[in-house]
Structures are given as C-alpha cells and as structure tokens.
C-alpha cells in the first residue's frame, strides 16, 4: 500500500520520470505477477508455509540490504532502485497467496465470509500504516525501504511464534 500511494511522487518528483512513471509502474508489477504464476507450481513441490517464510525471509533481507546500502538518504540510480523493487515485489508475489491461503485454512467452512473478514481487516490495517510511512517519503525512498524493513521483520517475528505456538499446542485425538 505504501508503494501505491508513495510510487508517483518518488518517480515523477524525486527521479524526474513524469513521463516515464506509467512504464517503470507497469514494469515492476510485472514481478509480482512472475511471482504469483510461479508460485503455483512451486506451491505443489514445497509448500504454502515454506514459500510463505521463505518469501518473508527474502523481504527482509532485501529491504535491510538497502536501508544499509543507502543509509545516507541519497537516492541510488534508478536501475538500482528498479532492481530493489523488482526483488520485494518478487518476494510480495510469493507471499500474497500463499499467507491469504494459510489464513484461510482454519476458516475453510467459512470461505466466503472467512475471505472477507480477511480482506477487508488486511486493508484497514494496511491503510494507516502505508499512510504513516508514506508521510516519511518526501526527497528520499529511504523511509520506504526502512518502512518494509520494520513490517517484513514484524511478519516474520509473528509467523515465527504462530509456528511456534502451533507446536506447543497439545494434539486432539
């Protein structure tokens, strides 16, 4: 959500790309749908929660590694740029479906409703967050980089202890 409402203003004012931005928007959207497509034959080989955590796992490394290499708040090169994107977006591909899948499996007598609730609590809490990053955005993507960085380690603590947690419960027999 950040990206989307974050992704004109960094290329058309802060990369000078007005008339480029529909191209470079399109192009990296391509990732995920790379991803996404996939995503589904590699599902049937590993798994939903592997590719879910691998996914996850990618995420972090990848918004970190640029928040490490850009520390000083000066904009890399737009190829640069366009490649870290294009490796979250990548990442974002996998993790899309496969989570909505993983949420869904203990509501699945109630897929609809379940699929619903699911969205709609997503988007709720997806707003406020892209909006109080994207207030960071202004003549850097740093606060962008550093935003994923934050949201990717907190999704990766939180599957973590659902993994985790999971294991502790006693089986019902």
């Known amino acids: 959500m950040v990206y989307l409402s974050t ?9 000078h790309l007005a008339d480029l931005f529909p ?3 399109a192009s990296l959207v391509i990732s995920i749908g790379f991803s996404t497509f996939i995503n589904s034959t590699l599902v049937l080989r590993f ?36 490649m870290f994107f294009g490796l979250q977006f990548t990442a974002i591909g996998f993790l899309f479906g496969n989570l909505r899948s993983l949420a869904m499996e203990p509501i699945g007598h109630i897929a609809g409703i379940g699929a619903a609730l699911n969205g ?24 962008l980089f ?15 202890a659902v993994k985790n947690k999971s294991r502790l419960k006693p089986e019902s027999k």
């Open 7 to 15: 992704s004109q203003q960094i290329f058309e004012h802060q990369y």
């Open 23 to 25: 191209y470079i928007f």
């Open 47 to 82: 798994g939903m929660r592997r590719i879910a955590i691998t996914a996850a796992l990618a995420y972090c490394v990848i918004s970190i590694l640029y928040v490490v290499l850009f520390h000083n708040g000066n904009n890399p090169d737009l190829l640069v740029l366009v």
């Open 120 to 143: 709609f609590i997503s988007t709720i809490m997806a707003v406020p967050i892209a909006n109080y990053i994207g207030s960071f955005v202004t003549d850097s993507v740093l606060p």
């Open 146 to 160: 550093i935003g994923f960085s934050v949201c990717g380690v907190l999704s990766v603590l939180l599957f973590w």
